[in-house]
């Protein structure tokens, strides 16, 4: 083991993992993220704390971490290069690791231009591929970015996003082999509806033996309605979403698309669970944190293990 | 080279509202190439600013003058003879032409008339796209002629990121995502696996961070 991390301890294990996550408050309401937390606590080994996601000002991922920690579960620490310098993400790191956070996530982050503070400068010191490098040095070497000694280094397990859909395809795995290269423990992709271009993807993963170096996680999102199918197909950034899954919403009542979202996502693990390199699901149920339990109960992924 | 655009008109009559004797001055390089501060500028420049004056019914007596390198003390130096007669200079050339004349001349107030942009390419007729941000370690030779710091939105230097879409970058349709360029380009050159090598975390002290950076040429100084 490299380190503490459940998510590390499931994936040695063997079983399927699982993650979710939580996005912090717009504001100074500790009680949202323990109540988001709470919903997740037994259906998870690790939960997400995103970093002022789409470029929206919230509570800092660190702090929120340390609220869920202290309820005895376990954050993952997400990080965008947006947002921070290489001195700001270490201390960041450092303090973090204080209170017990020993997962996390290296993100490059959406730009500004998406959320409310369009007019900010962007930092993008590191991208997220020399992040993954600079917390492997902190861990394995004890040695800061800039070469000097950690007095006490923080040991993270080290995550990764990745994007099987965005284009170039075929750059895709390549880019995969360079976070992997950098020194990436395991990988959370992009939310998967169109799970043939996925399993195309693994196929490449595996064909290269990254499977054997990296845990891959599959992002699964229910659709809660057609609007929001449509939202992400048209809106979102790096989005594949194909029109079957539009149809299919569309041909249910519009009362019963929530539970037509969560079928399908019910489905899309259950399918995935099939494919090599798989080695379990991150469910992103954006403002929805409330039906993750039931779809890992429905999946068979529940009762989480033991570790 | 440095391009720029006019400043919004209403600014510019705000900035010399209190004087009534102006020397505006255009520059004949890079401003001129993209239009924003040559001689042909300054003229359309100055008889906007007579028109506002004669619509308000005051006076003002602007002087032309376009030097051939207004970043030059050599060539600023031919203001001399005109400063002490004006109030005022207002600027066309960029933000380095601008602190020049500022520098000589310092009892004299010096106003902008341009917006200085950034380091760009002529594209097309009419069109300047950025395309260097002056980091001061130049890749160019690593990334096949594209630059990931002044064309990647994030400056990434092991993009794409996940937001590429259908070949464009995540912030605009409109902007060619300069990984999917730097790929295409490696494959045509056959360099595919350079593509695969890690590049380090920059050193930003030679583009800016290190402070203000200035050249010095001992053979030339
Ligand atoms: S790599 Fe640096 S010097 Fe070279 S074009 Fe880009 S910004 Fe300019
Ligand atoms: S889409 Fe391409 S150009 Fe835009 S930020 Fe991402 S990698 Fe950079």
Partial sequence: ?307 | MITAEQKPIQEIIQYIAPYSKILLVGCNECVTVCAAGGRKEVGLLASALHLNHLKQGKNIDIREITLERQCDPEYVEELAPYIDGVDAVVSMACGCGVQTIAARFKKTPVFPAVNTRFMGASVSQGVWSERCKGCGDCVLGITGGICPVARCSKHLFNGPCGGTSNGQCEVSPDIDCAWRLIWERLKELGMESRYEELMEAKDWRPGGAGGPGTIIREDLA
């Fill in chain 1, 1 to 307: 083991m490299k380190t503490d991390s459940r998510l590390e301890k499931v994936l040695a294990s063997g079983e399927l993992a699982v993650t979710s996550e939580c996005g912090p408050p717009r504001g100074c309401r500790p009680e949202k993220v323990t109540e988001k937390a709470a919903l997740l606590k037994d259906h998870v080994d690790g939960i997400n704390v995103t970093d002022n996601q789409t470029a929206m000002v919230r509570m800092s991922s660190c702090t929120a971490g340390i609220l869920i920690k202290q309820m005895g579960l376990d954050p993952i620490l997400q990080m965008v290069s947006r947002d921070r310098n290489r001195l700001a993400m270490q201390s960041e790191i450092l303090g973090a690791y204080s209170f017990g956070i020993n997962t996390m996530l290296c993100l490059s982050g959406d730009h500004a231009k998406f959320g409310d503070h369009p007019m900010a400068q962007g930092v993008f010191d590191i991208d997220s591929v020399q992040m993954i490098k600079m917390v492997q040095q902190m861990r394995d070497k004890g040695l800061f970015q800039g070469g000097a000694k950690i007095d006490g280094p923080p040991k993270m397990f080290i995550g990764a996003a990745a994007n099987p859909f965005a284009d170039p395809f075929e750059l895709r795995v390549m880019r995969l082999a360079k976070k992997v290269k950098a020194g990436v423990d395991f990988i959370q992709t992009q939310c998967i509806f169109n799970l043939d271009k996925f399993e195309e993807w693994m196929k490449g993963v595996v064909d290269r033996g990254l499977d054997e170096q990296v845990h891959i996680l599959a992002g699964i999102t229910p659709m809660k309605s057609v609007g929001m199918a449509r939202y992400m197909k048209n809106k979102v950034p790096g989005m594949d979403i194909p029109d079957d899954v539009i149809k299919r919403l569309e041909g249910v009542p519009k009362e019963q698309q929530p539970e037509e979202g969560i079928k399908m996502a019910v489905e899309a693990i259950e399918r995935l669970k099939q494919v090599k390199g798989v080695h379990g699901f991150h469910i992103m149920a954006i403002e929805w944190e409330e039906k993750v339990p039931q779809i890992v109960e429905k999946a068979g992924l529940y009762p989480r293990p033991k570790v």
